[in-house]
């Protein structure tokens, strides 16, 4: 009987060496539990508060005579209320317990979409997960779009189309990504996005559709045509190695169609190990014996993983015994031994 190997372990293990950590304050793509509908939920006051003041109210000293945790107090003027009303034209916000050398949370002179719950009197603190949504761009500090989640995922779609900076365009798609579901209005100006110029605004347009609009089938195949494009004019130092394309190789690995075999073929040569391992067990997850020959071509692939779960799903395709299907551990230990055996065994296939 062949050995059950869980089909996403592998990319775990590469999606996480992927991750970098997300800018203090401000929410990071795929937060878990920490979709927008709930922050809504769980804030006293939404608002957009531009901030005024930055006041370090304390802090200890570590034995090597560096600052340790300290406490900030974060002054804001409140422009816009999305749910709540301040008490005042400006709150305080606290942060405690906050590493001293990483400096404000929030900078000041610049406008940021807050998730609030109520100390005292007009008192706050961030909520734990996603306090931060994202940094507010000065056009819309006078919009009015309406009030509650709608009215920001509104706002946002506004700035994203208004906006001819990238860095705040991202702000926005990382904002829309936090959504459980997106608007008929969201997903019209998120599809036009993924339509347009190949970048990273249009890869992020497409993975938010993805996990937002409703039609994850559609918009994964979409990906998975633009991703061999989008890394032929990428640098890898950048782009894909963001945190906010980050989801990227899970999408990648989710179920896929069947027409999406040949991209997943040629992803499985990408430059980034994630993509390339996600590609891998996107083709598993299929089951195609029409992957066979592509599948004894990576036996020799220059990365193990790939070459791995090569063998697996030959193995899970072509109903092969134990013998043929090793867990990694063993695999890695006598690689030449497994890449041997299939390969004989689809020579024997072929007289």
């Known amino acids: 009987m062949m050995p059950t190997v869980p089909k996403y372990a592998a990319i775990l293990v590469a ?31 939404v608002c957009v508060c531009k901030v005024t003041r930055s006041i370090q109210a304390g802090g200890t000293i570590s034995p090597n005579d560096n600052l340790g945790q300290t406490e900030y107090l974060i002054l804001a003027k409140v422009t816009k209320s999305y749910k709540g009303l301040p008490p005042a034209e400006e709150i305080q916000i606290d942060f405690r317990d906050r590493n001293a050398m990483e400096g404000d949370p929030l900078a000041v002179g610049i406008a940021y979409t807050l998730f609030l719950r109520k100390v005292s009197e007009s008192r706050y603190q961030l909520l734990p997960v996603g306090g931060a949504a994202m940094k507010t761009l000065e056009a819309q500090l006078s919009m009015g779009r309406g009030q509650g989640p709608d009215g920001l995922q509104q706002e946002a779609i506004y700035s994203l189309a208004h906006s001819g900076d990238l860095a705040d365009q991202m702000e926005s798609l990382d904002l829309l990504s936090q959504y459980k579901s997106l608007s008929p209005s969201a997903v019209a100006a998120l599809d036009q996005v993924s339509s347009g110029n190949l970048g990273d605004a249009a890869l992020l347009s497409t ?89 004894v071509g990576k036996l020799d692939s220059s990365d193990p993983q790939v070459a791995y779960e090569a063998v697996i799903t030959l193995a899970e395709v072509t109903h092969q015994d134990a013998e043929m299907a090793p867990g990694m551990g063993p695999f890695l230990k006598n690689r030449l031994k497994y890449t041997e055996l299939w390969k004989a065994w689809f020579q024997s296939q072929r007289r």
């Open 207 to 295: 993975a938010v559709l993805f996990s937002g609009s409703g039609e994850p089938s559609k918009y994964r195949s979409r990906l998975l045509a633009m991703l061999p494009a989008y890394e032929a004019g990428t640098n890898t130092s950048s782009g894909l190695m963001s945190d906010k394309l980050s989801e990227i190789p899970s999408i990648v690995a989710s179920d896929s169609n069947a027409e999406d075999l040949g991209n997943l073929e040629t992803l499985a040569d990408s430059r980034l190990s994630a993509i390339r391992v996600a590609a891998m067990i996107a083709i598993r997850g299929q089951g195609s014996p029409e992957a066979v020959p592509f599948l």
């Open 15 to 45: 999606v996480l060496a992927l991750l970098s950590p997300p800018v203090a304050a401000v929410a990071s793509v795929g937060q878990p539990s920490g979709t927008v509908e709930a922050r809504f939920a769980d804030a006293d006051l």
